[in-house]
């Protein structure tokens, strides 16, 4: 077995240097030149226990950088100590806390020793908290991302009350309180930004069983009690609405893609390491769950997020909007015929096409004037080669609640024009 | 210039508590105001009245370290450690000091010698690193979640055998004519250690956790009762699990036989540091290998012994594995003086050697150490 020390305790040199991007060679930042040491004055032996607050782990493993950073070598052990105290179960914290006690010792170990048949596991493992760490340690402060927006975001209604967004290539959530005014400016608060797990092959979910996440925008649907799920969903799920329409006309198979906690031997998992779902820690869950009006929320899944200024509005949507205004100006005047070439040839829904939706779809239009035209609760978009817009819709002329409010559409350029390729409730 | 020190520190500056205030205290809070010119003022002036004054002296070489004068507060506090070499707090500032010169085989020089004015820190130092590597094991284990699947090797950790002398009982104390410095005793509780057969020929051995208070080593008068700080609750440790927790002491011979039979048991015990010490060089334990050496130990060619540990450091850490065997051991023993001679079969992964050794020791409290090694 390789030594821990050194696999580990690169990442520590690595991550006190300030760097953006791994050194080529670890060895590198051991050359950086000596600085002279330097010592503290101390009149009583002081023995100050680490207190913790922070109530995540990560913030505790960031503290401990922060005291290896500033040379307090005995405070990181003390503050790793208590961290796996408090979180047992949290491996990152272990490994840590086994590095420095091993720094710490005159005759630090290299590596444990193990049996053929269980090395492959600890060594995959060990690699997999490498990454943890990471990803953990290198994701963008909060801080950073004020002022900016998931790209993916055109509009948001005031109604719809979060947004949500994944990125994979650094394994985190954001979560995102809907701050948008009646001038209809997008303005978005960042509650939550937190490290999740995806699938262990990565994102881009084709078919059932590939262990991929999908990528695009998703909507949540319902809620399932922990109580009510096996011990790997930890806390509780929200489930995804995978596969969408465009996932459903690419044929993309596979179900019950869901935002989920963790099991309770781990208080998180691998950067890459679920059937697709998208996973954090119980605690993250649990305050999810615990926030009113979580239900349609859009969660946006990428490898890698765009982000934008918020209040900038993209390029593609001052594109869209005309099409769209004059689509819900057409459709308020219950005129069939002009409402025709909206519909793309390629429509679908339930796997039947236009031919036999439109009869359906222009009944749904035509008759008596509804007093209020819809009301648009929600743009997104996102470009896979193909670009897709996602509008989510409310009626306000629906007084029956068993009736549905919400009606959702999706829209994608054909020569240079956008075309609904599905339209149906939610 | 008047000085208000009490405002000047923010203390609650009752004129009673400035009155209270020994010349040291008042040089530490200027030290800790940050009033180093100051501070190194009181200094000089109290050592004038007194300056054997060994806090005075320490807090001069405090002052001056912190002023930046490093070369100063180095031979400030050096000098105090040639004066008081039982003042662990000099040598660490010592190890500090050269550490900050960047001379960091100086600086854990210093450091070691810190810790070994109280030898049992340094056992304490060595367990506690030794629990260190071992936790982090575990640690590694629940990380990498093969909890239970890691093999074991346990760390050999040392049980104390005696106590500091000036620990002991007072009488006994005085009893001790030299000023014997310590030593720590290494003691292998694990069951690998070598079970010297000789059990009948071992004093009584009380292992204090497995004996009822009532029947202590001070209870049974031990066979190594030539001295009177045998009796002392210095307690000898059973070195080999053979010696299953010694039940009551057994009625002891008479005292004429226990002079044969200290000689014997002094026989086994030189064998068994002389084994020691050959398994700790094997093992490239530099830490019971070097305290297998007395304080009084001559180094070869004049060498310091500074300057000699540390080449036996570099020449043993740097092997792969080492090798040495002890054969056709013989050993004459005359009082608390001893001689071991023997052929020493030396093996390394570059070197292979034979050659006779000669091994002087004394007896140090209970434990017998070298001080001088040849090769004839």
Known sequence: MPTLLVTTFGITVWLLSDRDHLPASVQDSFKAAPEPMRWKLEFEPSATAAVINAKDPETLVRQIYQHLGEGERAQALDTARAMTTRFPTFQLGQLLYADLLNISSLQPIEGVDLDADTKPSAMRRLEELVMEAKRRMTRPAPQALEGQVPAAVAYLASQQPYLAAVDASRSRLYWFANRTGPDGRLKLELLKETYVSIGINGVGKVKEGDGKTPIGVYFIQKNLPGATLPDLFGSGALTLSFPNAVDAMRNKTGSGIWLHGTPSAQYSRAPEATDGCVVQANAEMEDLLRLPGWRMTPVVIAEKLDWIASGQVPTVYTQFQPTLDQWLADRQNGDAEKLKPYYSQRFERDALDLSHWWPKLAQGVQGPRKAKPLEVVSVLHWNDGEETMVVTMSDPNIRDKRQAVYLRTYWQKEAGQWKLVFEGPT | MILVLPVALGLAGAMTAQAALTPQDNIKQAIQAGQLDQALKLVQQERQASPKDVQLRFLEGVVQAQQGQTDKAIETFKKLTESNPELSEAYNNLGVLYASKGKLEESRASLEKALLTHPSYAAAHRNLSDIQSQLAKQTYAKALQVDGKVKNNTPQLTLLGSMAPHKRAPAQALAQAAPVTAVPVAAPIAPQAPAPAADTAKPAIAVPVAVPPGATAAAAPAPAATKPAAAAPAVAVAPTPSAPSVSAPKPEPKKEDAQPKQAKADSTDIRNAVLA????????????????????????????????????????????????????????????????????????????????????????????????????
């Open chain 2, 277 to 376: 010490w050959a398994k700790a060089w094997s093992q490239k334990d530099m830490n019971r290998y070097l305290g297998a050496y007395a304080s009084s130990f001559t180094p070869p060619d004049k060498m310091s012994r500074t300057k000699w540990e540390s080449d036996r450091r570099t020449r043993i850490i740097s092997k792969k594995t080492i090798s040495v065997d002890v054969n056709n051991l013989k050993i004459e023993a005359t009082g608390n003086k001893a001689t071991a001679r023997f052929q020493q079969i030396y093996e390394s992964d570059n070197f292979k050697g034979n050659s006779h050794k000669t091994l002087e020791m004394v007896k140090q409290g209970e434990h017998w150490l070298i001080t001088r090694e040849t090769v004839n």
